[in-house]
């Protein structure tokens, strides 16, 4: 899937730190976010069919790391026909439903995570993941200020 995909995200410390640094390929740039927790990073899918992720990666910066990541998705649903914005404002109010929890170690390498549903997660989640939308939150920070960092992130899966 490569870094087919819009982010927002919850707070950016300064604009030299900003969200477009997550999935530029640099190593010398990242994304910083504001002290206190949570954050989140959200991302949507540029393809017109659904998404099954499967791997997501990150590359913190020691001490800034989301040691705690609830990693969620909204269900599929093609909007591609829709006539006007009220399809979309109504895809904005889909609840998000919980994939996994992840727990990143605070080091500076990149880490990988299989995105298999947890206990926590709901029973729907245990069917195949088919998705255009997901949203990761930092519940918790290795950072006292409850900053994260992130050099790189990528998510791995497949398309249809």
Known sequence: MGRHFANRVSSTLDKSVGKKYLVDGSPETCWTSQQGL??????TFTST????????????????VGK????HYKPYRDLSQA????SLNE??????????????????????FDLKPSLEASASALASVKTNQMKLTFEESTDFFGRITVYDLG???FVG
Do not use: H
């Open 68 to 71: 705690k990541c609830a990693v």
């Open 91 to 112: 895809k904005d109010k889909d609840p998000w439903t919980l994939l996994t929890y992840i727990y990143p170690e605070d080091v500076n390498r990149r880490q990988t």
């Open 155 to 157: 998510v791995e899966g």
């Open 49 to 64: 069919t659904p998404i099954t992720p499967t791997r997501i990666s990150f590359t913190f910066q020691g001490g800034f």
């Open 38 to 43: 949570p954050q989140w990073i959200s991302l």
């Open 83 to 86: 006539q006007d914005n009220t």
